[in-house]
Protein backbone atom coordinates (compact mmCIF):
# COMPACT_ATOMS: atom_id res chain seq x y z
CA UNK A 1 0.00 0.00 0.00
CA UNK A 2 1.52 2.97 -0.78
CA UNK A 3 0.35 6.38 1.21
CA UNK A 4 0.27 9.79 -0.43
CA UNK A 5 1.01 12.76 1.10
CA UNK A 6 0.20 16.72 -0.35
CA UNK A 7 2.97 18.18 -1.20
CA UNK A 8 1.11 21.30 1.04
CA UNK A 9 1.24 19.31 4.20
CA UNK A 10 5.23 20.56 5.24
CA UNK A 11 5.32 24.36 4.63
CA UNK A 12 8.89 25.45 3.39
CA UNK A 13 9.20 26.60 7.32
CA UNK A 14 8.49 24.06 9.31
CA UNK A 15 11.02 22.47 11.78
CA UNK A 16 11.82 18.96 11.91
CA UNK A 17 12.99 18.54 15.25
CA UNK A 18 12.12 20.33 18.81
CA UNK A 19 14.77 22.71 20.77
CA UNK A 20 16.80 20.60 22.86
CA UNK A 21 18.48 22.17 26.06
CA UNK A 22 22.06 23.43 24.85
CA UNK A 23 21.72 22.88 21.11
CA UNK A 24 22.70 26.12 20.15
CA UNK A 25 24.34 26.78 17.19
CA UNK A 26 27.17 29.38 17.35
CA UNK A 27 25.17 32.11 15.72
CA UNK A 28 22.34 31.67 18.89
CA UNK A 29 25.65 31.99 21.60
CA UNK A 30 24.81 35.48 23.76
CA UNK A 31 26.34 38.56 22.54
CA UNK A 32 29.90 38.66 23.93
CA UNK A 33 30.35 34.78 24.79
CA UNK A 34 33.41 34.60 22.75
CA UNK A 35 36.29 36.01 24.35
CA UNK A 36 39.45 36.40 22.04
CA UNK A 37 42.50 34.36 23.65
CA UNK A 38 45.62 36.25 25.29
CA UNK A 39 49.04 36.28 24.37
CA UNK A 40 51.69 34.06 26.17
CA UNK A 41 53.18 37.58 28.21
CA UNK A 42 49.73 38.51 28.90
CA UNK A 43 48.72 34.88 30.33
CA UNK A 44 52.31 34.75 32.40
CA UNK A 45 51.14 38.01 34.20
CA UNK A 46 48.20 36.42 35.66
CA UNK A 47 48.96 32.49 36.41
CA UNK A 48 50.58 31.16 38.88
CA UNK A 49 53.83 29.16 39.46
CA UNK A 50 54.82 26.51 36.90
CA UNK A 51 55.02 26.05 33.23
CA UNK A 52 52.88 24.78 30.49
CA UNK A 53 53.99 23.25 26.92
CA UNK A 54 52.69 24.42 23.69
CA UNK A 55 52.68 21.07 21.70
CA UNK A 56 51.04 17.97 22.03
CA UNK A 57 53.17 15.44 24.88
CA UNK A 58 53.40 11.89 23.92
CA UNK A 59 50.59 9.57 25.01
CA UNK A 60 48.75 12.97 26.24
CA UNK A 61 44.83 12.25 26.10
CA UNK A 62 43.06 14.58 23.49
CA UNK A 63 39.63 16.03 25.11
CA UNK A 64 37.17 15.70 22.41
CA UNK A 65 33.64 17.06 21.53
CA UNK A 66 30.61 15.86 23.40
CA UNK A 67 26.71 16.52 22.60
CA UNK A 68 25.68 18.50 25.86
CA UNK A 69 22.33 16.85 26.05
CA UNK A 70 23.22 13.66 25.42
CA UNK A 71 24.89 13.57 28.76
CA UNK A 72 24.18 10.07 30.01
CA UNK A 73 22.76 8.46 33.49
CA UNK A 74 25.19 6.92 35.64
CA UNK A 75 24.52 3.80 37.55
CA UNK A 76 26.31 3.08 40.50
CA UNK A 77 27.94 -0.51 40.82
CA UNK A 78 27.83 -2.94 43.58
CA UNK A 79 31.85 -3.89 43.45
CA UNK A 80 32.94 -2.25 46.97
CA UNK A 81 36.34 -4.56 47.06
CA UNK A 82 39.38 -3.92 45.61
CA UNK A 83 40.32 -6.37 42.96
CA UNK A 84 44.11 -8.04 43.82
CA UNK A 85 46.65 -5.65 41.67
CA UNK A 86 44.73 -2.81 41.17
CA UNK A 87 46.44 0.22 39.82
CA UNK A 88 44.93 3.54 39.38
CA UNK A 89 46.36 6.40 37.09
CA UNK A 90 45.81 10.26 37.40
CA UNK A 91 46.92 12.62 34.70
CA UNK A 92 47.48 16.00 36.27
CA UNK A 93 46.81 19.25 34.13
CA UNK A 94 46.92 21.73 36.52
CA UNK A 95 49.60 24.05 38.34
CA UNK A 96 49.91 24.00 41.62
CA UNK A 97 48.27 20.03 41.41
CA UNK A 98 45.17 19.31 43.11
CA UNK A 99 45.94 15.62 42.76
CA UNK A 100 43.37 13.57 43.15
CA UNK A 101 40.59 16.54 43.22
CA UNK A 102 40.98 17.38 39.37
CA UNK A 103 36.98 17.72 38.43
CA UNK A 104 36.19 16.26 35.18
CA UNK A 105 32.79 14.74 36.00
CA UNK A 106 29.95 15.64 38.40
CA UNK A 107 25.94 15.33 38.56
CA UNK A 108 23.90 17.52 40.99
CA UNK A 109 20.21 14.91 40.98
CA UNK A 110 19.46 11.45 40.97
CA UNK A 111 16.82 10.14 39.05
CA UNK A 112 13.82 7.36 39.95
CA UNK A 113 15.79 4.73 39.00
CA UNK A 114 18.95 5.56 41.61
CA UNK A 115 20.86 7.50 38.35
CA UNK A 116 23.11 9.86 38.72
CA UNK A 117 22.15 12.55 36.36
CA UNK A 118 22.52 16.51 35.84
CA UNK A 119 19.59 18.11 36.55
CA UNK A 120 19.73 21.11 34.05
CA UNK A 121 22.47 20.11 30.89
CA UNK A 122 21.52 23.49 29.02
CA UNK A 123 24.99 25.40 28.90
CA UNK A 124 24.97 28.73 30.26
CA UNK A 125 28.15 31.11 29.48
CA UNK A 126 31.11 31.50 31.83
CA UNK A 127 32.46 35.50 31.28
CA UNK A 128 36.67 35.87 30.90
CA UNK A 129 37.98 37.35 33.91
CA UNK A 130 34.77 38.94 36.04
CA UNK A 131 34.62 39.90 39.63
CA UNK A 132 35.04 37.46 42.06
CA UNK A 133 31.78 36.43 43.19
CA UNK A 134 33.05 35.36 46.69
CA UNK A 135 34.44 38.96 47.25
CA UNK A 136 37.71 39.32 48.87
CA UNK A 137 37.38 35.68 50.67
CA UNK A 138 41.45 34.33 50.33
CA UNK A 139 41.57 32.45 46.76
CA UNK A 140 43.68 29.97 45.22
CA UNK A 141 45.02 30.36 41.47
CA UNK A 142 46.14 27.59 39.13
CA UNK A 143 46.99 27.16 35.42
CA UNK A 144 45.69 24.17 33.42
CA UNK A 145 47.34 22.59 30.30
CA UNK A 146 45.15 20.33 27.80
CA UNK A 147 45.03 19.22 24.79
CA UNK A 148 41.42 19.40 22.75
CA UNK A 149 39.66 19.19 20.00
CA UNK A 150 37.21 21.27 18.65
CA UNK A 151 33.77 20.89 17.16
CA UNK A 152 31.51 23.37 15.01
CA UNK A 153 28.00 21.60 16.44
CA UNK A 154 29.24 20.00 19.89
CA UNK A 155 31.02 21.18 22.85
CA UNK A 156 34.13 20.16 24.55
CA UNK A 157 34.33 19.04 28.25
CA UNK A 158 37.31 20.11 30.23
CA UNK A 159 38.79 19.54 33.67
CA UNK A 160 37.95 22.80 36.79
CA UNK A 161 39.39 23.07 40.11
CA UNK A 162 36.09 23.54 42.55
CA UNK A 163 32.53 23.72 42.50
CA UNK A 164 32.80 27.51 42.16
CA UNK A 165 35.63 28.82 40.02
CA UNK A 166 36.00 32.10 37.86
CA UNK A 167 38.21 32.12 34.50
CA UNK A 168 40.68 34.46 34.55
CA UNK A 169 42.37 34.27 31.44
CA UNK A 170 43.20 31.76 28.47
CA UNK A 171 45.72 30.75 25.76
CA UNK A 172 45.28 28.84 22.81
CA UNK A 173 47.67 27.39 20.40
CA UNK A 174 46.84 27.84 17.34
CA UNK A 175 45.68 31.15 18.34
CA UNK A 176 41.57 30.47 18.33
CA UNK A 177 38.71 32.44 20.07
CA UNK A 178 36.57 30.39 22.52
CA UNK A 179 33.36 30.63 24.83
CA UNK A 180 33.78 28.71 27.81
CA UNK A 181 30.25 27.35 29.74
CA UNK A 182 28.72 25.27 31.94
CA UNK A 183 25.55 23.11 32.71
CA UNK A 184 24.01 23.18 36.68
CA UNK A 185 26.49 20.66 37.67
CA UNK A 186 29.13 22.79 37.53
CA UNK A 187 30.84 20.87 34.15
CA UNK A 188 32.92 23.30 32.25
CA UNK A 189 32.61 23.40 27.94
CA UNK A 190 34.23 25.33 25.65
CA UNK A 191 33.26 25.73 22.09
CA UNK A 192 34.83 28.04 19.33
CA UNK A 193 33.92 29.14 15.93
CA UNK A 194 35.43 26.61 13.28
CA UNK A 195 34.05 24.74 10.93
CA UNK A 196 35.78 21.61 10.98
CA UNK A 197 37.84 19.56 13.70
CA UNK A 198 40.28 21.60 14.91
CA UNK A 199 42.96 20.18 17.90
CA UNK A 200 44.47 22.87 19.96
CA UNK A 201 46.56 23.29 22.83
CA UNK A 202 44.76 25.26 25.51
CA UNK A 203 46.18 27.12 28.70
CA UNK A 204 43.67 28.58 31.51
CA UNK A 205 43.66 29.94 34.24
CA UNK A 206 41.32 29.60 37.17
CA UNK A 207 41.09 30.92 40.61
CA UNK A 208 38.92 29.66 43.71
CA UNK A 209 37.79 30.20 47.07
CA UNK A 210 39.57 28.37 49.73
CA UNK A 211 36.51 27.36 51.30
CA UNK A 212 35.85 25.72 48.16
CA UNK A 213 38.71 22.77 49.32
CA UNK A 214 37.19 22.31 53.00
CA UNK A 215 34.25 23.07 54.29
CA UNK A 216 34.16 26.58 56.55
CA UNK A 217 31.53 28.63 58.18
CA UNK A 218 28.48 26.10 58.95
CA UNK A 219 25.49 28.47 59.98
CA UNK A 220 23.36 27.28 62.85
CA UNK A 221 20.46 26.22 60.07
CA UNK A 222 18.46 22.91 61.00
CA UNK A 223 18.68 20.50 58.31
CA UNK A 224 15.41 19.81 55.90
CA UNK A 225 14.59 23.35 55.96
CA UNK A 226 14.63 25.92 52.68
CA UNK A 227 17.71 27.45 54.83
CA UNK A 228 19.45 24.69 53.97
CA UNK A 229 19.01 25.04 49.86
CA UNK A 230 21.18 28.26 49.73
CA UNK A 231 18.72 30.16 47.33
CA UNK A 232 18.62 26.99 44.92
CA UNK A 233 15.19 24.90 43.92
CA UNK A 234 15.22 21.70 46.81
CA UNK A 235 16.72 18.37 45.42
CA UNK A 236 14.70 16.34 44.17
CA UNK A 237 14.32 12.93 46.10
CA UNK A 238 13.02 10.10 44.33
CA UNK A 239 11.36 7.35 46.66
CA UNK A 240 13.74 4.82 46.92
CA UNK A 241 15.87 7.40 48.93
CA UNK A 242 12.91 8.48 50.87
CA UNK A 243 11.98 4.99 52.20
CA UNK A 244 15.44 4.25 53.29
CA UNK A 245 16.54 7.33 55.00
CA UNK A 246 15.53 6.95 58.14
CA UNK A 247 17.43 3.74 58.71
CA UNK A 248 20.57 5.53 57.04
CA UNK A 249 20.11 8.82 59.64
CA UNK A 250 19.76 6.71 62.38
CA UNK A 251 22.89 4.25 61.77
CA UNK A 252 24.87 7.68 61.24
CA UNK A 253 23.40 9.06 64.46
CA UNK A 254 21.92 11.77 62.88
CA UNK A 255 18.80 12.85 64.78
CA UNK A 256 16.16 14.62 62.56
CA UNK A 257 15.86 17.56 64.56
CA UNK A 258 19.64 18.00 63.83
CA UNK A 259 21.47 21.28 62.68
CA UNK A 260 23.09 21.83 59.35
CA UNK A 261 26.77 21.44 61.09
CA UNK A 262 25.78 17.97 62.91
CA UNK A 263 23.88 16.36 60.04
CA UNK A 264 26.84 17.04 57.34
CA UNK A 265 29.95 16.27 60.59
CA UNK A 266 27.52 12.88 61.02
CA UNK A 267 27.29 11.92 57.46
CA UNK A 268 30.86 12.77 56.88
CA UNK A 269 32.29 10.93 60.03
CA UNK A 270 29.74 7.68 59.23
CA UNK A 271 30.54 7.18 55.64
CA UNK A 272 34.65 7.87 56.25
CA UNK A 273 34.63 4.92 58.47
CA UNK A 274 33.71 2.92 55.38
CA UNK A 275 36.17 0.48 54.43
CA UNK A 276 37.19 -1.99 51.80
CA UNK A 277 35.03 -5.28 51.68
CA UNK A 278 32.03 -7.25 50.25
CA UNK A 279 29.04 -5.90 50.86
CA UNK A 280 26.96 -8.44 53.84
CA UNK A 281 24.88 -10.53 51.96
CA UNK A 282 21.38 -9.65 54.60
CA UNK A 283 21.17 -6.27 52.85
CA UNK A 284 20.30 -7.69 49.27
CA UNK A 285 17.84 -5.08 47.44
CA UNK A 286 17.72 -1.47 47.05
CA UNK A 287 20.86 -0.16 45.95
CA UNK A 288 20.88 3.20 47.73
CA UNK A 289 19.77 1.52 51.17
CA UNK A 290 22.60 -1.72 50.86
CA UNK A 291 25.42 1.08 49.76
CA UNK A 292 24.31 3.62 52.74
CA UNK A 293 24.05 0.34 55.31
CA UNK A 294 26.71 -1.84 54.30
CA UNK A 295 29.26 -0.26 55.73
CA UNK A 296 32.14 -0.91 52.79
CA UNK A 297 32.88 0.80 49.60
CA UNK A 298 35.16 2.41 47.10
CA UNK A 299 35.40 6.41 47.34
CA UNK A 300 32.36 6.34 44.69
CA UNK A 301 30.42 4.04 46.54
CA UNK A 302 30.72 6.53 49.29
CA UNK A 303 30.24 9.73 47.64
CA UNK A 304 26.78 8.32 45.82
CA UNK A 305 25.10 7.56 49.16
CA UNK A 306 26.60 10.46 50.90
CA UNK A 307 24.86 12.74 48.06
CA UNK A 308 21.68 10.74 47.90
CA UNK A 309 21.50 11.11 51.66
CA UNK A 310 21.95 14.86 51.81
CA UNK A 311 19.62 15.33 49.53
CA UNK A 312 16.91 13.10 51.08
CA UNK A 313 17.52 15.78 54.20
CA UNK A 314 17.23 19.09 51.79
CA UNK A 315 20.69 19.93 50.99
CA UNK A 316 22.05 20.06 47.81
CA UNK A 317 24.94 18.10 47.07
CA UNK A 318 26.99 17.27 43.97
CA UNK A 319 28.56 13.71 43.14
CA UNK A 320 32.21 14.71 41.58
CA UNK A 321 35.14 12.79 39.73
CA UNK A 322 37.93 11.63 38.00
CA UNK A 323 39.21 8.57 36.26
CA UNK A 324 40.93 8.13 39.98
CA UNK A 325 38.74 9.19 42.70
CA UNK A 326 35.30 10.77 43.37
CA UNK A 327 33.90 12.69 46.19
CA UNK A 328 30.87 15.06 46.92
CA UNK A 329 30.48 18.80 47.04
CA UNK A 330 27.98 20.40 49.53
CA UNK A 331 26.27 24.05 49.17
CA UNK A 332 26.53 25.38 52.48
CA UNK A 333 23.95 28.05 53.20
CA UNK A 334 25.76 31.70 53.26
CA UNK A 335 28.92 30.51 52.10
CA UNK A 336 29.06 29.01 48.89
CA UNK A 337 30.04 25.24 47.59
CA UNK A 338 33.09 23.12 49.55
CA UNK A 339 34.28 19.70 48.72
CA UNK A 340 33.83 16.80 51.56
CA UNK A 341 36.49 13.86 50.43
CA UNK A 342 35.37 10.76 52.24
CA UNK A 343 38.14 8.51 51.01
CA UNK A 344 38.24 5.26 49.30
CA UNK A 345 40.01 2.05 49.19
CA UNK A 346 43.53 1.72 49.68
CA UNK A 347 45.11 1.09 46.33
CA UNK A 348 48.27 1.86 44.37
CA UNK A 349 47.71 5.52 42.74
CA UNK A 350 50.42 6.55 39.41
CA UNK A 351 50.17 10.22 38.90
CA UNK A 352 51.48 11.41 35.88
CA UNK A 353 52.24 15.02 34.40
CA UNK A 354 54.23 16.21 31.86
CA UNK A 355 56.33 17.98 34.61
CA UNK A 356 56.87 18.91 38.37
CA UNK A 357 54.05 20.73 39.63
CA UNK A 358 53.88 21.83 43.70
CA UNK A 359 51.32 20.67 45.20
CA UNK A 360 48.78 22.85 46.22
CA UNK A 361 47.45 22.33 49.99
CA UNK A 362 44.17 24.28 50.97
CA UNK A 363 44.74 26.92 53.64
CA UNK A 364 42.28 25.98 56.12
CA UNK A 365 42.25 22.53 58.28
CA UNK A 366 39.54 19.95 57.53
CA UNK A 367 36.86 20.34 60.26
CA UNK A 368 34.84 17.70 59.49
CA UNK A 369 35.25 14.41 61.94
CA UNK A 370 37.98 11.71 60.57
CA UNK A 371 37.54 8.40 62.02
CA UNK A 372 40.80 6.03 62.27
CA UNK A 373 42.08 4.80 58.92
CA UNK A 374 40.24 7.77 57.22
CA UNK A 375 43.75 9.92 57.64
CA UNK A 376 46.36 7.41 55.82
CA UNK A 377 44.13 7.42 52.32
CA UNK A 378 45.81 9.28 49.84
CA UNK A 379 42.32 11.17 49.33
CA UNK A 380 42.83 12.75 52.34
CA UNK A 381 46.82 13.35 52.37
CA UNK A 382 47.91 16.17 50.03
CA UNK A 383 51.10 15.03 48.33
CA UNK A 384 53.22 16.54 45.65
CA UNK A 385 52.92 15.20 42.00
CA UNK A 386 55.53 14.13 40.07
CA UNK A 387 56.43 13.23 36.26
CA UNK A 388 55.59 9.05 36.16
CA UNK A 389 56.05 8.88 39.85
CA UNK A 390 55.01 5.83 41.06
CA UNK A 391 53.79 5.64 44.46
CA UNK A 392 56.07 3.38 47.11
CA UNK A 393 54.65 1.19 50.03
CA UNK A 394 55.19 3.83 52.35
CA UNK A 395 52.77 6.55 50.27
CA UNK A 396 49.83 7.22 50.91
CA UNK A 397 47.38 5.69 48.41
CA UNK A 398 43.89 6.97 46.32
CA UNK A 399 40.41 5.39 45.73
CA UNK A 400 39.05 4.56 42.84
CA UNK A 401 35.85 6.80 41.29
CA UNK A 402 34.87 4.28 38.72
CA UNK A 403 35.13 1.40 36.85
CA UNK A 404 38.26 -0.87 35.43
CA UNK A 405 38.90 0.64 31.66
CA UNK A 406 36.17 -0.94 29.48
CA UNK A 407 33.41 -0.86 32.56
CA UNK A 408 29.84 -1.02 30.96
CA UNK A 409 28.94 2.23 32.49
CA UNK A 410 30.06 5.79 31.05
CA UNK A 411 31.74 7.53 34.01
CA UNK A 412 31.36 11.31 32.94
CA UNK A 413 28.66 13.51 31.10
CA UNK A 414 32.56 14.58 29.53
CA UNK A 415 34.80 12.44 28.40
CA UNK A 416 34.12 8.38 28.16
CA UNK A 417 36.54 5.80 28.72
CA UNK A 418 37.18 2.59 27.85
CA UNK A 419 37.48 2.33 23.65
CA UNK A 420 37.59 -0.83 22.21
CA UNK A 421 39.78 -2.43 19.51
CA UNK A 422 38.02 -2.67 16.51
CA UNK A 423 35.30 0.12 16.16
CA UNK A 424 32.25 -0.81 13.85
CA UNK A 425 32.61 0.15 10.03
CA UNK A 426 29.32 -0.90 9.33
CA UNK A 427 27.31 2.17 7.96
CA UNK A 428 24.08 0.82 6.77
CA UNK A 429 22.07 0.71 3.77
CA UNK A 430 22.21 4.77 3.77
CA UNK A 431 22.70 7.51 6.00
CA UNK A 432 19.12 7.97 6.80
CA UNK A 433 18.46 4.41 7.85
CA UNK A 434 21.30 2.19 8.52
CA UNK A 435 23.22 1.90 12.02
CA UNK A 436 25.82 -0.30 11.53
CA UNK A 437 26.61 -2.94 13.83
CA UNK A 438 30.50 -4.31 14.29
CA UNK A 439 30.49 -7.80 15.29
CA UNK A 440 33.82 -7.24 17.11
CA UNK A 441 35.03 -10.70 15.79
CA UNK A 442 37.85 -8.99 13.85
CA UNK A 443 40.30 -8.36 16.87
CA UNK A 444 38.76 -10.53 19.70
CA UNK A 445 41.07 -10.11 22.91
CA UNK A 446 40.43 -10.91 26.54
CA UNK A 447 37.98 -9.00 28.49
CA UNK A 448 38.88 -6.27 31.09
CA UNK A 449 37.82 -6.73 34.73
CA UNK A 450 33.95 -5.06 34.91
CA UNK A 451 31.26 -4.31 36.70
CA UNK A 452 27.85 -6.08 37.26
CA UNK A 453 25.48 -3.37 36.04
CA UNK A 454 23.47 -4.55 33.17
CA UNK A 455 19.99 -5.27 33.68
CA UNK A 456 19.35 -9.08 33.10
CA UNK A 457 22.26 -10.44 35.01
CA UNK A 458 22.16 -11.11 38.44
CA UNK A 459 24.99 -11.59 41.16
CA UNK A 460 25.39 -14.56 42.41
CA UNK A 461 24.78 -14.94 46.11
CA UNK A 462 27.41 -16.60 47.20
CA UNK A 463 29.65 -13.65 45.82
CA UNK A 464 29.18 -12.02 49.36
CA UNK A 465 30.96 -14.84 51.12
CA UNK A 466 34.76 -13.19 52.14
CA UNK A 467 36.38 -16.87 52.19
CA UNK A 468 35.88 -17.30 48.39
CA UNK A 469 38.77 -15.76 46.30
CA UNK A 470 37.40 -15.09 42.97
CA UNK A 471 39.75 -15.56 39.80
CA UNK A 472 40.02 -13.37 37.11
CA UNK A 473 37.70 -13.95 33.75
CA UNK A 474 38.49 -13.80 30.40
CA UNK A 475 35.63 -13.62 27.94
CA UNK A 476 35.63 -13.12 24.28
CA UNK A 477 33.30 -12.87 21.08
CA UNK A 478 34.24 -15.21 18.47
CA UNK A 479 31.98 -15.03 15.74
CA UNK A 480 28.63 -13.04 15.36
CA UNK A 481 26.31 -14.25 11.91
CA UNK A 482 23.32 -13.42 10.18
CA UNK A 483 20.64 -15.38 11.54
CA UNK A 484 20.54 -17.28 8.27
CA UNK A 485 24.30 -18.43 8.71
CA UNK A 486 25.82 -15.84 6.45
CA UNK A 487 29.15 -14.58 7.40
CA UNK A 488 29.08 -10.73 7.21
CA UNK A 489 30.89 -8.19 9.64
CA UNK A 490 28.55 -5.67 9.64
CA UNK A 491 24.52 -6.04 10.10
CA UNK A 492 22.06 -3.31 9.87
CA UNK A 493 19.29 -2.28 12.94
CA UNK A 494 16.56 -4.70 13.33
CA UNK A 495 19.15 -7.87 12.24
CA UNK A 496 18.82 -10.85 14.18
CA UNK A 497 22.23 -12.19 14.57
CA UNK A 498 23.90 -15.44 16.12
CA UNK A 499 26.33 -14.73 18.68
CA UNK A 500 29.02 -16.95 19.65
CA UNK A 501 32.24 -16.78 21.79
CA UNK A 502 33.96 -18.60 24.84
CA UNK A 503 35.09 -17.87 28.54
CA UNK A 504 37.89 -18.91 30.50
CA UNK A 505 39.08 -17.82 34.20
CA UNK A 506 42.56 -16.91 33.95
CA UNK A 507 44.24 -19.86 34.40
CA UNK A 508 42.57 -21.33 30.99
CA UNK A 509 39.93 -23.24 32.82
CA UNK A 510 36.48 -23.42 30.82
CA UNK A 511 34.24 -21.10 32.33
CA UNK A 512 31.34 -23.58 32.79
CA UNK A 513 27.66 -22.08 33.64
CA UNK A 514 28.28 -18.78 33.38
CA UNK A 515 26.00 -16.16 33.03
CA UNK A 516 26.85 -13.90 29.91
CA UNK A 517 24.91 -11.10 28.54
CA UNK A 518 25.14 -8.62 25.19
CA UNK A 519 25.20 -5.10 24.86
CA UNK A 520 26.18 -2.10 22.30
CA UNK A 521 28.58 -0.40 22.82
CA UNK A 522 29.71 3.08 21.13
CA UNK A 523 31.89 6.10 21.37
CA UNK A 524 33.29 4.12 24.90
CA UNK A 525 30.14 3.38 26.75
CA UNK A 526 27.47 1.16 26.29
CA UNK A 527 24.21 2.08 24.74
CA UNK A 528 20.64 2.06 26.58
CA UNK A 529 17.64 0.62 24.29
CA UNK A 530 14.01 0.41 25.20
CA UNK A 531 12.83 -2.99 26.25
CA UNK A 532 9.78 -3.04 27.66
CA UNK A 533 9.22 -0.37 30.91
CA UNK A 534 12.57 0.97 31.16
CA UNK A 535 15.61 1.63 29.20
CA UNK A 536 18.25 -1.26 29.55
CA UNK A 537 21.98 -1.75 28.08
CA UNK A 538 21.05 -5.43 27.93
CA UNK A 539 20.43 -6.74 24.70
CA UNK A 540 19.17 -10.44 26.28
CA UNK A 541 21.62 -12.93 28.08
CA UNK A 542 22.25 -16.82 28.20
CA UNK A 543 24.66 -19.53 30.13
CA UNK A 544 27.78 -20.77 28.81
CA UNK A 545 28.07 -24.44 28.39
CA UNK A 546 30.43 -27.30 30.31
CA UNK A 547 32.85 -26.25 28.02
CA UNK A 548 32.87 -22.28 28.01
CA UNK A 549 31.02 -21.95 25.23
CA UNK A 550 28.36 -19.69 24.80
CA UNK A 551 25.94 -19.05 21.61
CA UNK A 552 22.54 -16.96 21.45
CA UNK A 553 20.64 -14.92 19.02
CA UNK A 554 20.18 -11.45 19.55
CA UNK A 555 18.16 -8.80 17.95
CA UNK A 556 19.77 -4.89 16.89
CA UNK A 557 16.91 -2.52 18.13
CA UNK A 558 15.51 -0.94 15.11
CA UNK A 559 15.30 2.25 16.59
CA UNK A 560 18.76 2.75 16.66
CA UNK A 561 20.54 6.46 15.23
CA UNK A 562 22.13 5.90 12.97
CA UNK A 563 26.00 5.04 13.32
CA UNK A 564 28.68 2.53 14.02
CA UNK A 565 28.39 0.12 16.76
CA UNK A 566 30.14 -2.33 18.90
CA UNK A 567 28.23 -5.75 20.01
CA UNK A 568 30.26 -7.12 23.01
CA UNK A 569 29.95 -9.53 25.69
CA UNK A 570 29.93 -8.94 29.20
CA UNK A 571 29.50 -11.23 32.59
CA UNK A 572 28.76 -10.22 36.28
CA UNK A 573 31.13 -13.43 37.01
CA UNK A 574 29.93 -16.05 39.74
CA UNK A 575 31.01 -16.86 43.34
CA UNK A 576 34.21 -18.18 41.86
CA UNK A 577 35.29 -15.68 39.31
CA UNK A 578 35.48 -11.84 38.56
CA UNK A 579 33.22 -9.55 36.12
CA UNK A 580 34.45 -9.19 32.80
CA UNK A 581 33.84 -7.91 29.40
CA UNK A 582 35.21 -8.55 25.67
CA UNK A 583 37.02 -6.03 23.98
Request: hydrophobic fraction near 35%; charged fraction near 20%; include cysteine.
Amino acid sequence: MVLAVPGLAQSPGRRLHREIPGDLGLGAMPAGAIAPPRSAQELASVAGPGRWDEAQRPGEEILRPRENWSASAREMDRETRSSPGTELRYQEVFNPSIAPFKRTHAYDAVDELGRLVVRDPSLRPVPLDPAAPWGAELAARFTGDVFIELSPQSPTPIPSVAAEQRLVSYRTVPETPLAFFEDSAGNVFVRAPVTELRRVRLAYVVEAPQRAFTMAGIPHAALSTPAAHRGMAAPVVPELVRSGLAEVLRRAGVEPGASLAEGIGGLTGYFRAFRDGDLPGHLDGQLYRTLALGGVGACRHRAYAFVLTMHGVGVNARFVGNEAHAWAEVAVPGAGWSRVDLGGWDVPLRTESASEREAFVPANPDPLPRPPGYGQLYSSTPSPTRANQHPTAQAPAQSPAQQAPGSAVAPTPGQGTGQGTGQGTGAGTGRGIGAGIASGAGAPGEGAPDTPTSEGLREDPRQDDPSVARVGTRIRVADVRASDGAAVTAFVRGTLVEVSGEAQDETGAAAANLPVGFELWRNGRAVRVDRGAEPTTSLGTTVTDDDGHFSARVLLPVDLGWGSYELRARTPGDARRLPARSD
